[in-house]
T-cell receptor, first 113, second 109 residues
Framework: DTGVSQNPRHKITKRGQNVTFRCDPI?????LYWYRQTLGQGPEFLTY????????KSRLLSDRFSAERPKGSFSTLEIQRTEQGDSAMYLC???????????FGQGTRLTVV | QKEVEQDPGPLSVPEGAIVSLNCTYS??????FMWYRQYSRKGPELLMY????GNKEDGRFTAQVDKSSKYISLFIRDSQPSDSATYLC?????????FGKGTRLHILP
């Protein structure tokens, strides 16, 4: 296992369409995070999981966003009815547990046209 | 006041110089501190992780934490053009990780 894997790397979609991103964490990492990053900004927290339990959601995560982590392994982030403001890099990270090093994937770059 | 403050730069220094990058934070509950390096259009790469006040060294990198002042630093010795990137400070308690905006660093050959 070489690290956190995110797919797809790039996604271009039309406004109003739904998109889903996948994150495969490092094996045996119990904690998984989702972040969003726009140009010139640091990553902004969206949500995180401890195993399959979603422990916290940011106010940034509107009703159009949903994240799941079935069986505590991979995770998906779905955006419904995409808007141009959703264009960003979506980053996933994983760690062994609370207070441990978190490692990021290469991100999924979303462009909404 | 934002929880984590970081000067966005850009910071330009000549090759071989010592680079100093800094962040301040407001939440005294933060216990764990990290520095990430991010190249353009790539994911952040973990450089340093510390959980106590003091210094931690790894090769050309030294991370410094001063919890009493709520101030953390990253020093890069013998800077190289390949160090040109955005450097993100990050910190957490036992839950989410909070990031600074990142400092863009340019090492001039």
């Amino acid at each position: 296992d070489t690290g956190v894997s995110q797919n797809p790397r790039h996604k271009i979609t039309k406004r109003g369409q739904n998109v889903t991103f996948r994150c495969d964490p490092i094996s045996e990492h119990n904690r998984l995070y989702w972040y969003r990053q726009t140009l010139g900004q640091g990553p902004e927290f969206l949500t995180y999981f401890q195993n399959e339990a979603q422990l916290e959601k940011s106010r940034l995560l509107s009703d159009r966003f949903s994240a799941e982590r079935p069986k505590g392994s991979f995770s998906t982030l779905e955006i419904q009815r995409t808007e141009q403001g959703d264009s960003a890099m979506y980053l996933c990270a994983s760690s062994k547990g609370p207070g441990t090093e978190a490692f990021f994937g290469q991100g999924t770059r979303l462009t909404v046209v | 006041q934002k929880e984590v403050e970081q000067d966005p730069g850009p910071l330009s220094v000549p090759e071989g110089a010592i680079v100093s990058l800094n962040c301040t934070y407001s939440n005294s509950a933060f216990q764990y501190f990290m520095w990430y390096r991010q190249y353009s259009r790539k994911g952040p790469e973990l450089l340093m992780y510390t959980y106590s006040s003091g210094n931690k060294e790894d090769g050309r990198f030294t991370a410094q934490v001063d919890k009493s002042s709520k101030y953390i630093s990253l020093f890069i010795r013998d800077s190289q053009p390949s160090d040109s990137a955005t450097y993100l400070c990050a910190m957490n308690r036992d839950d989410k990780i909070i990031f600074g905006k990142g400092t863009r660093l340019h090492i001039l050959p």
